[in-house]
């Protein structure tokens, strides 16, 4: 079956204990990226990467980081987590930028505490 | 540059009657847009997109929306609401070309009332 998958879906973690959301997909999709989700914010892109070994900033990359040495496996990493990265995180991937490209499949979410 | 502008952050409506979420936008290139439907404690589903070919586009469960250039607006309809719609909306837009970001609207909760 085709499909994001993220882990863990859930985890509560205390401030400053490095953490990483992974992100994998089986589509042998090229785009990938990352977004948090906040009330009243929508959905807001982290970073994103086009290929192996090329990462982008989103909207609001501080604070996180990412790395993307496979083309299946985009992990998103808090070096140093606070309690304003509390949120909803999704993984999304594409085949590509292009028309006819650019749908988006979204992992399921990792909701994240910081305490 | 490029945002998106979600006009209603609540939307209510009585099953079986249409539906309209608003969604202006602006971009610096031709956008592609998208709408995705999000129900409680779940991921994101694409309901449609546009892509430049017909500027009426139709997507799943009966949603549709209109391209329309003159007012940047990429609205979101509905002939008939079914209680299985109630859900948040969000407008995506995004240039087809170069390394730019996508960018969501802040989201429509749909609440459809009996």
């Known amino acids: 079956e085709a499909q994001v998958t993220q882990n863990p879906r859930y985890l509560i973690t205390v401030t400053g204990k490095k953490l990483t959301v992974t992100c994998s997909q089986n589509?042998?999709?090229?785009?990938m990226s990352w977004y948090r989700q906040d009330p009243g914010l929508g959905l807001r892109q982290i970073y994103y990467?086009?290929?192996?070994?090329?990462?982008d900033k989103g909207d609001v990359p501080e604070g996180y980081k990412v790395s993307r040495k496979e083309k299946r496996n985009f992990p998103l990493i808090l070096e140093s987590p606070s309690p304003n990265q509390t949120s909803l995180y999704f993984c999304?991937?594409?085949?590509?930028?292009?028309?006819?490209?650019?749908?988006?499949?979204f992992g399921p979410g990792t909701r994240l505490t910081v305490l | 540059a490029q945002s998106v502008t979600q006009l209603d952050s609540h939307v209510s409506v009585s099953e079986g009657t249409p539906v309209l979420l608003r969604c202006n936008y602006s971009?610096?290139?031709?956008?592609?847009l998208f709408w995705y439907v999000q129900h409680p404690n779940k991921g994101l589903q694409l309901l449609l997109k546009y892509t430049s070919a017909a500027t009426l586009v139709k997507g799943i469960n009966g949603f549709e929306a209109e391209f329309k250039k003159s007012e940047t607006s990429f609205h979101l309809t509905k002939p008939s609401a079914h209680m299985s719609d109630a859900a948040e909306y969000f407008c995506?837009?995004?240039?087809?070309?170069?390394?730019?970001?996508?960018?969501f609207g802040s989201g429509t909760r749909l609440q459809v009332q009996p």
């Open positions: 995506v837009v995004t240039p087809r070309v170069g390394r730019r970001a996508l960018t």
């Open positions: 971009s610096s290139y031709s956008p592609s």
């Open positions: 999304a991937s594409s085949l590509g930028r292009g028309i006819g490209q650019d749908t988006q499949y």
């Open positions: 589509m042998n999709h090229e785009y």
């Open positions: 990467s086009m290929n192996v070994e090329v990462t």
